[in-house]
C-alpha cells in the first residue's frame, strides 16, 4: 500500500521530548507552553492525551517518560490531583459564555424569593487557588535566610570559646585532612587551616570566597576553586545540615502548577468566552512577572491570572479550522497538531482499511482536518468493523459530505468495503 499523503505524529511538531532547561549546569525545570491547543481530525486522541500533559506540567516530567508508565496509573494520579482541585476540566459548547467561565450572577430562589447572586466561574476559581498558592509560596521565599546569615549563624554557635575558632569536618574519603579549622571571616572571604588525620594543624592559612560558598549553595556545581573544592563543599554541607535542623516547624508549602483543560475550545465564542482575558492570559502579562496586568471583573474585583496556572486546550478540525479561530487568541496559543497514526493499529487488514480510508477523504476534501482518528479502529478486529462503520464511521461521514451520500458510498466501495444503500442509508454489511 502506497505511503500515506496526510501528516504523521512524528511530522508534525511535537512536545513530546520536551527538554530540561539548564542553568549553570544544572536541570531546572521541563518547559511547557503557559497555553497550548492539541488540535486534529476527530479520534486521533487529544482528549486522551490531555491526561499526560496535565501529569507532565503538575509532575515536572516529560511526555515520553509518561508514555512508560501504565495507563491506569497515570488516570489514577490525575484523578487525585481533579480531587485536589489542582486539575479543572471543561468541554465548551455553543451557549458557554463568559459569566460561566469567569464570574456572573445566577438566580437563586432558596430562599422564597428571586434574587440574584454573583458566582465564580471555572476558570477564575482555579485561577484563585494556583494565585493563593504562587502568593504562599513568594512569602516563604522572601522570608527564607539568606546564606551569609545562616553561614554566620552557623559560625556563631560552633565557635570554640577558648580558640574562637570553628571546626568543620570533612568528608571521611580524604586522604590526608580530617577538617578544617576557621579562624577568621571578612564579608567576602573565610580563613582556615587545615587539621591532618594525624591530628596535625598545618600553619598556612588559606582562604575561601563567600561568593562561590554562596554558588555552591545554590546550584550544586563547580566552582572556580576546584583545587580546594572539597573544602568548600564542607562548609556548604554544614550550612545545610544547620538550615534542615533549625527549619520553622510549620511545613512549607510547596510551589505547585494548575491546569485547566478546555475540551472542544473552539466550539464556543471564544472570544465571548474569554472577554478581557486574552490579554491577560499572555505570559508575560501574568501574575508573578515583572509586565503582569489586571483586569477589573464586573462585580468590581481585580482579577490576573497567575504564572502557574496552565491553559490546555483540544481542538476538533472536522468542527472548525484554525484558519478560522479568533486572530487574537490564535497569536496567544501554541498549537500542538495530532493527525492519524496508524502505528497505533496492530491488526493488518483493520490498519490497511484506516489508511485507505484516509487517503480517499484526503483526495475528496484536499484537507487532513477531516481525517478518521485511530481510536475508532484501534483493539479491533475485523469482526467488529460492522458496529464501528454502522454506529460511528458512516454518520461522520454523511456529516463531512452533507446532502452527498453517493459520494460516501463510493469512497467506501472503492477501499473495497461490503457496503449498500437500503432504503437512503448506508450500511456496512456484517
Known amino acids: 500500500m502506497t505511503k500515506s499523503k496526510y501528516p504523521t505524529p512524528s511530522e508534525s511538531t511535537s512536545l513530546a521530548d520536551a527538554p530540561a532547561t539548564y542553568h549553570k549546569g544544572k536541570v531546572s525545570k521541563i518547559s511547557y507552553p503557559k497555553n497550548l491547543i492539541l488540535y486534529g481530525p476527530p479520534g486521533t486522541g487529544k482528549t486522551y492525551q490531555t491526561v499526560n500533559y496535565a501529569l507532565a506540567i503538575i509532575e515536572n516530567k516529560t511526555l515520553a517518560d509518561l ?6 496509573e497515570l488516570l489514577n494520579r490525575f484523578n487525585t490531583y481533579k480531587e485536589k482541585q489542582q486539575v479543572a476540566f471543561i468541554t465548551f459548547h455553543q451557549n458557554y459564555g463568559y459569566e460561566d467561565f469567569i464570574q456572573g450572577l445566577r438566580p437563586n430562589t432558596n430562599v422564597g424569593t428571586l434574587h440574584f447572586e454573583r458566582r465564580d466561574g471555572i476558570f477564575k476559581r482555579i485561577a484563585d487557588r494556583a494565585r493563593k498558592n504562587l502568593d504562599t509560596y ?8 539568606k546564606f551569609e546569615d545562616l553561614l554566620n549563624e552557623l559560625l556563631i554557635k560552633n565557635i570554640d570559646p577558648e580558640t574562637e575558632e570553628i571546626e568543620v569536618k570533612l568528608d571521611s574519603s580524604h586522604r590526608i585532612y580530617q577538617s578544617i579549622i576557621i579562624f577568621d571571616m571578612t564579608e567576602t572571604t573565610l580563613f582556615y587551616k587545615r587539621r591532618t588525620k594525624r591530628n596535625i594543624i598545618k600553619d598556612e592559612s588559606k582562604e575561601m570566597g563567600i561568593e562561590n560558598l554562596k554558588m555552591l549553595y545554590e546550584d550544586d556545581t563547580h566552582i572556580k576553586d576546584a583545587i580546594n573544592q572539597k573544602y568548600y563543599e564542607a562548609v556548604v554541607h554544614a550550612v545545610k545540615t544547620y538550615e534542615e535542623n533549625h527549619k520553622p516547624e510549620r511545613s512549607l508549602q510547596q510551589l505547585q502548577n494548575y491546569v485547566i483543560i478546555i475540551d472542544e475550545i473552539n466550539r464556543a465564542n471564544i472570544s465571548r468566552v474569554f472577554g478581557e482575558l486574552i490579554t491577560l492570559i499572555e505570559p508575560d502579562k501574568r501574575y508573578g512577572n515583572e509586565n503582569s496586568l489586571a483586569a477589573t471583573l464586573p462585580s468590581g474585583e481585580s482579577f490576573t491570572v497567575p504564572a502557574n496556572l496552565y491553559i490546555l486546550g483540544t481542538m476538533n478540525t472536522a468542527d472548525r479550522s484554525i484558519a478560522l479561530i479568533d486572530t487574537a487568541l490564535r497569536r496567544r496559543f501554541v498549537f500542538e497538531a495530532m493527525y492519524p497514526n496508524a502505528d497505533l493499529i496492530t491488526e493488518g487488514e483493520v490498519k490497511e482499511i484506516f489508511v485507505a480510508l484516509n487517503e480517499k477523504i484526503l483526495q475528496e476534501k484536499q484537507s487532513p482536518d477531516y481525517l478518521i482518528g485511530q481510536a475508532f479502529f484501534m483493539n479491533k478486529s475485523l469482526q467488529d468493523l460492522p458496529e464501528v462503520f454502522n454506529q460511528q464511521l458512516i454518520p461522520l461521514l454523511q456529516e463531512y459530505f452533507p446532502n452527498r451520500r453517493e459520494t460516501v ?22
Open 409 to 430: 458510498l463510493s469512497m467506501l466501495q472503492a477501499i473495497g468495503l461490503p457496503v449498500e444503500e437500503v432504503n437512503y442509508q448506508i450500511h456496512y454489511k456484517s
Open 67 to 72: 508514555a512508560q508508565e501504565p495507563r491506569q
Open 138 to 145: 513568594s512569602q516563604q521565599q522572601h522570608f527564607k535566610k
